[in-house]
């Protein structure tokens, strides 16, 4: 077998294509901004673009071919692998990609936590092997393959985060997968948009059980409302080994103690009648329960638990999902909580209690700033105003909000807890720079389409920026 990622003769066999030339790709792209000399292009064509208008800017950028489903004007045909579709082509490399390797693969999903789930679990395996894992959240029906793709036949582990919007959307792409464990972090009102209820959600999720291999085992969150709706769907798919995780004595994988500080957690936990004691660099109760499911899964794959607590120790939170920032402005300095790049109402009362539990100066403030959680469904609004219980339980001193439904909470708030409300991100940057004070500490999180990243991103330039992870905190 070729050590290359893909030869040409290999990618034309597996994609039943036409191949022109002879080349080896080490890399597999869809996109020319993030392509890198020796990757197979894939030219796809999306609902606002064609790949195939980008194949000649990929190949001069060092592409060694594409892979395109028409003939393109000025590019030797020695470069192109001719196939009926790119899409379904990038699904068969995928599909052949996955067939040659001896890897033990893993599949994650879940309303809350699969991206950073995926991460860790990165973290972990690249201390026992060679591994691959998706790049960012690319879970979708072209993420997946893509990922599968780019998978090199000697990997040892891999880790595979499959998402969904709708019915129907993960059951083909684990079926791709042929996980030998999957995990559902846990089932929460997200994307109700495209659903009737959450337990709609829950029988979606429980898709992923289809493309489990036979002998594989399901990690569930046992203490989440929906875990004995979607054990009866593993057991009904199939699932013979089912693996639990909580708080719960009840819990295959529970806590034993927790001990929740500012900046960490120590944690006590039984992982299937074994006892074990580790750190976890990323504070949050939601992050020790994260822990728990995530050691499950090694477990449940062969995977050497003792270095896996090692790893945890040193994990720290993603851009946009909890990761730390000292932000040093003039004469002040605050901390940021970096959590916009989604949210959805389990993940915001999970932040406002992280929030709660970060070290402020005295006579310093604990301030949300906060955007729309989109794709709530009918009942959106008031999915926001619910919001100011956990606010108020969590001690939050001061709100700051923008966006139409976020207004729906911060009117509700008490006046002395409401900082300031602007139309978008952009404009509520400027009035929450100007308030900030010595010693504070702000978290910004709303859905992604609520551009929360542009306030994280103003306040990191307000000066010099020394990172918690660089001080290893």
Not at 18 to 47: C, E, H, M, Y
Not at 164 to 183: C, D, R, T, Y
Not at 247 to 253: F, I, R, T
Not at 349 to 367: S, Y
Request: charged content about 20%; hydrophobic content about 45%.
């Amino acid at each position: 077998m070729s050590t290359a990622l893909w030869t040409a003769k290999e990618a034309a066999l597996a994609t039943n294509g036409k191949v022109g030339g002879d080349w080896i790709a080490n890399g597999v792209s869809i996109d020319t901004r993030t392509l890198q000399p020796g990757d197979l292009f894939v030219a796809l064509k999306g609902d606002h673009s064609d790949g195939h208008a980008h194949v000649e800017a990929a190949l001069a950028k060092g592409a060694v071919a594409a892979l395109v489903s028409q003939e393109v004007a000025g590019v030797a045909g020695e470069k192109l692998l001719h196939v009926d579709d790119t899409l379904a082509g990038l699904v068969a490399l995928g599909r052949a990609a996955r067939a040659r390797t001896q890897a033990k693969v893993m599949a994650v999903t879940g309303s809350v936590g699969k991206t950073s789930t995926k991460e860790a679990l990165l973290d972990i395996f690249k201390m026992q092997g060679r591994t691959h894992a998706s790049v960012a959240s690319y879970n979708n029906h072209w993420g997946v393959p893509l990922t599968l793709a780019r998978m090199p036949a000697d990997t040892e582990w891999a880790i595979y985060e499959i998402g969904m919007n709708h019915p129907g959307e993960i059951s083909p792409l684990v079926k791709m997968v042929e996980p030998h464990a999957v995990m559902i972090t846990n089932v929460e009102p997200v994307h109700l948009a495209q659903f009737d209820s959450v337990e709609q959600i829950a029988d979606a999720k429980a898709e992923i059980f289809d493309g489990l291999l036979p002998g594989g085992a399901a990690v569930l969150n046992f203490d989440n409302p929906h875990f004995a709706r979607l054990k009866a769907r593993a057991v009904a798919a199939g699932v013979q080994r089912i693996v639990s995780f909580g708080v719960s004595d009840g819990a295959d994988v529970h806590l034993a103690r927790s001990a929740l500080h500012p900046t960490c957690s120590c944690i006590s936990a039984e992982i299937c009648g074994q006892g074990m004691t580790y750190k976890l660099a990323t504070p949050g109760q939601h992050v020790v329960m994260n822990s728990l499911g995530i050691l499950g899964l090694v477990q449940a794959v062969g995977g050497d638990l003792a270095m896996a607590g090692m790893a945890l120790a040193s994990i720290q939170a993603p851009k946009g999902r909890g990761a730390r920032h000292v932000v040093r402005a003039g004469d002040r300095q605050f901390l940021v909580i970096d959590e916009s790049y989604n949210a959805n109402p389990a993940s915001m009362k999970a932040a406002f209690a992280t929030l709660a539990q970060a070290h402020v100066e005295k006579g310093a403030h604990r301030i949300a700033v906060l955007g729309d959680m989109l794709e709530l469904g009918a009942d959106e609004i008031q999915m926001h105003r619910d919001l100011a219980g956990a606010i108020e339980a969590a001690e939050i001193d001061r709100v700051y909000a923008c966006g139409p439904l976020m207004r729906a909470l911060y009117e509700v708030l008490p006046a002395n807890h409401q900082g300031g409300y602007a139309e978008n991100s952009e404009m509520l940057l400027p009035l929450l720079a100007r308030k900030l004070g010595q010693g504070d500490a702000v978290m910004i999180k709303g859905s992604f389409g609520s551009r929360m990243g542009l306030v994280v991103e103003g306040l990191l330039a307000l000066s010099k920026v020394r990172s918690l992870e660089s001080k290893g905190k």
